[in-house]
């Protein structure tokens, strides 16, 4: 089972929806998680992190974390076409391990 | 958020030589950085972890002769492509963490390798 698992997408959203990714990992230890965007050609940029059970919200994003069930999420609300991106989910134990990506398109 | 520069961001070199890159923490003390590989719509691979002062430790299969890692101070860590190979052309990124290991790691800009 790899660490860090994420659907491989692509995910289409009209412009003004809902994108939700998904990511589940193995490791029960992990303590904290992390959202990153990457465009193409670019590295990894930080949307959000979370430590704790439940919803954390920052402006358009909100992450939600339930250790039980190892699966942490993140969603866009009024996804924009400049939010076409691959998002990398990362679980943090004593190193950072990535998923592979899902990669969004919202479409106008 | 702090800054990680790395460079160079974009680097053409022969097959058998050598090349180096730069990670550095431009405003905080980066006790660990990572170093990642990244091919074409895959995702980032940890290649390994170094510590300050400290031998890096290689993620299994990555060969530790072939990529030498060097972080001698809390600002700067280096990895050294030796004998570079059209197959290791890739995109190499970097990543430091401060103290805290819950902390985000803040990413360079990575560096775009092409051996030819």
């Known amino acids: 089972q790899k660490e860090v698992e994420q659907n491989s997408g692509p995910l289409s959203v009209p412009e003004g929806a809902i994108a939700s990714l998904n990511c589940t990992y193995s490791?029960?230890?992990?303590?904290?998680f992390f959202w990153y965007r990457q465009y193409s050609g670019k590295s990894p940029e930080l949307i959000m992190f979370?430590?704790?059970?439940g919803d954390k919200e920052d402006g358009r994003f909100t992450a939600q974390l339930n250790k039980a069930s190892q699966y942490v999420s993140l969603l866009i609300r009024d996804s924009q076409p400049s939010d076409s991106a691959t998002y990398l989910c990362?679980?943090?134990?004593?190193?950072?391990?990535f998923g592979t990506g899902t990669r969004l398109q919202v479409f106008p | 958020g702090a800054v990680v520069s790395q460079h160079p961001s974009r680097v053409i070199c022969k097959s058998g030589t050598s090349v180096k890159i730069e990670c550095r923490s431009l405003?905080?003390?980066?006790?660990?950085m990572f170093w990642y590989r990244q091919f074409p719509k895959k995702s980032l691979m940890l290649m390994a972890t170094?510590?300050?002062?400290?031998?890096?430790?290689?993620e299994q299969g990555v060969e530790k002769d072939k990529f030498l890692i060097n972080h001698a101070s809390l600002t700067l860590s280096t990895l050294t492509v030796t004998s570079a190979h059209p197959e290791d052309s890739s995109f190499y990124i970097c990543?430091?963490?401060?103290?805290?290991?819950?902390?985000?790691?803040?990413f360079g800009q990575g560096t775009r390798l092409t051996v030819v």
């Open positions: 170094s510590n300050e002062g400290s031998k890096a430790t290689y």
């Open positions: 990543s430091a963490t401060g103290i805290n290991m819950n902390t985000e790691a803040f």
């Open positions: 405003d905080f003390q980066a006790t660990t």
């Open positions: 490791d029960r230890g992990s303590q904290s």
């Open positions: 990362a679980v943090n134990t004593d190193k950072l391990i």
């Open positions: 979370i430590y704790s059970n």
